[in-house]
């Protein structure tokens, strides 16, 4: 995943720590976290991935952007 903005960081000097925790906040707003679960989900938290795994099916689910619940199917590989 792109990050919207290059942070340039010399040192571990003071003066940086603002742009340190300006980049750190800009990762964290971007990342995606994911939830793995074993029974299939009926929500899926904004920003999260959540995946259904109960040993025979296997999904990824997300939310849309305008609130509905998507899902593929996985395929394992051998």
Known sequence: MAIDEIYIINTNSPEETPTLKKALTSIAEQAVGTQFV???PTQVPAGKMV??????????YVKTGKGDIGYVTLTMVP
């Open 38 to 40: 074993t029974e299939e």
């Open 51 to 60: 995946i259904w795994d109960d040993g025979t099916t296997r999904r990824l």
